[in-house]
C-alpha cells in the first residue's frame, strides 16, 4: 500500500510497524492499523483486557443544541445518562 498526496501515515505509524502490524486500513484519509495478526484475539483483548489502538485519525466534533444529549445517545452503545456534558 503506497502513501499518496491524499493519504497519511499517522502519528504512531512507525511505532506500529516495530510491532509486527498485520494489516493497515484507510481511516479518515489516515492509515491505521486494521488488527494484529488474528481479528478474534484483537476482539478478546478489546473485550476482556488490554487492546493496542490508533485513534489518531479520528476527529473530535461538537455536538450542541435542546436535543444534543437525545442525539449522542442514539449514536452510542452505551449509557451516557450518567456522562457530564459540557456546554
Given at each position: 500500500?503506497?502513501?499518496?498526496?491524499?493519504?497519511?501515515?499517522?502519528?504512531?505509524?512507525?511505532?506500529?510497524?516495530?510491532?509486527?502490524?498485520?494489516?493497515?486500513?484507510?481511516?479518515?484519509?489516515?492509515?491505521?492499523?486494521?488488527?494484529?495478526?488474528?481479528?478474534?484475539?484483537?476482539?478478546?483483548?478489546?473485550?476482556?483486557?488490554?487492546?493496542?489502538?490508533?485513534?489518531?485519525?479520528?476527529?473530535?466534533?461538537?455536538?450542541?443544541?435542546?436535543?444534543?444529549?437525545?442525539f449522542?445517545?442514539?449514536?452510542?452503545?452505551?449509557?451516557?445518562s450518567?456522562?457530564?456534558?459540557?456546554?
Amino acid at each position: 500500500m503506497g502513501i499518496d498526496p491524499n493519504n497519511r501515515k499517522s502519528i504512531y505509524f512507525d511505532a506500529i510497524i516495530m510491532d509486527e502490524f498485520a494489516y493497515f486500513s484507510v481511516y479518515n484519509h489516515t492509515f491505521t492499523p486494521a488488527h494484529f495478526g488474528d481479528p478474534a484475539t484483537d476482539y478478546d483483548s478489546l473485550m476482556n483486557s488490554v487492546a493496542m489502538r490508533d485513534v489518531a485519525a479520528q476527529r473530535e466534533v461538537e455536538i450542541s443544541g435542546p436535543d444534543a444529549a437525545q442525539f449522542i445517545q442514539y449514536l452510542m452503545t452505551r449509557d451516557i445518562s450518567k456522562t457530564k456534558l459540557v456546554w
